[in-house]
């Protein structure tokens, strides 16, 4: 079975406007997958691993995942499973 | 769930006024300095820096220990160097809620700078900053949530 890829429902400057006050980790997961999209939780990571050295402290694989999840349900992006 | 209270004190200032003249700045300056993720992703950035070298200053002047639980690093960071007048950390289903009311930071509540729109809370990336340090090495990322509004909420998953 392949992984899931996620896409945007919304343009990448469309959701930063809205995410404006959203932590720098959320913003970069968003613009990666709805600039960028269809892209797996792994590309996601590979993508977020500049702002890991940024900041000097570990994203891992669940903290992406919670987020995603997050604006799934908000409707910002969806799963194609 | 535990609230800590801290009062102002003019003769401590110092810091807080950099804090909210690098949250007035960085909004100011977001055009010319092309912030990728406008004055709050900067200010998230700069501000997880800030908060693990108080915790090495914590650590440095033995206020607190290596190891120390969430709620004592907290409440020390409050005592130190008073983010908010009024600050509650709520636990449930091991989700840490972090709810500042009356903050002491706010370049907009407190500086009194029309922040256009943005945003540049240095709350949650002080906390994350500090929490992650005092864990210890490779520290995950914790989840933050920012709701800002008359009271700001903060979420983070803190769980180990």
């Known amino acids: ?78 799963e194609n499973k | 769930m535990a609230r800590f209270f801290s009062r102002k004190d003019p003769s401590k200032n110092y810091l807080n006024k950099a804090i909210i003249g690098l949250g007035a700045g960085l909004v100011k300056s977001r055009k010319i300095l092309n912030l990728s993720f406008g004055p709050q992703g900067a200010m998230d950035i700069l501000s997880i820096w800030i908060g693990q070298e108080l915790a090495k200053e914590l650590l440095t002047q033995k206020k607190v220990k290596a190891g120390a639980s969430e709620h004592e690093l ?7 160097i008073r983010l908010a007048e009024d600050l509650t950390f709520e636990e449930v289903e091991g989700k840490s809620t972090i709810t500042i009311q009356n903050c002491l930071v706010c370049p907009k509540r407190v500086g009194g700078y029309d922040l256009e729109g943005e945003t540049a809370c240095p709350v949650g990336g002080i906390l994350m900053g500090a929490l992650t340090y005092i864990k210890g090495e490779s520290p995950s990322l914790p989840n933050i949530n920012l709701k800002p509004g008359e009271y700001c909420r903060i979420s983070m998953d803190i769980t180990p």
């Open chain 2, 74 to 80: 907290i409440s020390k960071l409050l005592d130190e």
């Open chain 1, 1 to 78: 079975m392949s992984s899931p890829t996620y896409s945007g429902l919304i343009s990448a400057e469309e959701a930063l406007e809205r995410e404006k006050s959203a932590f720098i980790l959320d913003k970069a997961i968003l613009r990666a997958i709805c600039e960028e999209g269809p892209l797996t939780l792994e590309d996601i990571r590979i993508r977020t691993l500049p702002l890991e050295a940024a900041i000097g402290v570990k994203i891992d694989l669940p903290t992406l995942q919670e987020i995603i999840n997050k604006y799934i349900k908000q409707g910002l992006i969806w």
